[in-house]
């Protein structure tokens, strides 16, 4: 992604066990990301926040199936993207209704607005509809419809603008 410096989305199924990550290197184009946790890697906490560090415009952000995220990381994670706007956490055992209630103080206290889908039971009336489908062939390239509220495997094939 450092060679792509006018990439503004981005859906990350993250399998590896070892990155090299270059914090020097900084793209302040990139608005949406996916990061999502395709095998049973251990993504830790010290190593997402360098790579979210190199994305400070971020708009738009899920992180999925990783483990080592909990209610104690959203603030640092709040902190990291002053530009946040939605941050999905689904599917994560150790995010719950405490970084929603910190992140409705923080919104008051900083003036800004953060939507934050985690697991809940009232989320299923609150997220896009869109989740459920799976085509094949997506046309226009909206990352948001197409991608970022969708998981590794019910990802278009092609997306054709």
């Known amino acids: 992604m450092d060679f792509c410096p006018s990439l503004e989305s981005a859906f990350i199924g993250y399998r590896a066990?070892?990155?090299y990550v270059n914090e020097s290197i900084k793209n302040y184009n990139l608005r949406d990301m996916v990061i999502e946790?395709?095998?049973?890697?251990?993504?830790?906490?010290?190593?997402?926040?360098?790579?979210l560090s190199k994305f400070p415009n971020l708009h738009h952000l899920a992180i999925r199936h990783i483990d080592q995220l909990d209610d104690s990381n959203v603030e640092k994670l709040i902190n990291l993207l002053p530009e946040l706007k939605l941050l999905d956490l689904r599917g994560f055992k150790n995010v719950n209704h405490k970084s929603a209630d910190f992140l409705s103080k923080f919104c008051v206290n900083e003036?800004?607005?953060?939507?934050?889908?985690?697991s809940c039971k009232n989320e299923t009336t609150e997220w896009p509809k869109l989740v459920e489908t799976h085509e094949l062939i997506c046309y226009g390239l909206d990352f948001m419809k197409h991608c970022f509220y969708k998981?590794?495997?019910?990802l278009p094939t092609l997306i054709d603008e």
């Open 17 to 19: 066990k070892d990155i």
């Open 37 to 51: 946790n395709i095998q049973s890697s251990k993504l830790s906490w010290p190593l997402l926040k360098k790579v």
């Open 111 to 118: 003036n800004r607005s953060i939507v934050i889908y985690y």
């Open 151 to 154: 998981t590794w495997k019910s």
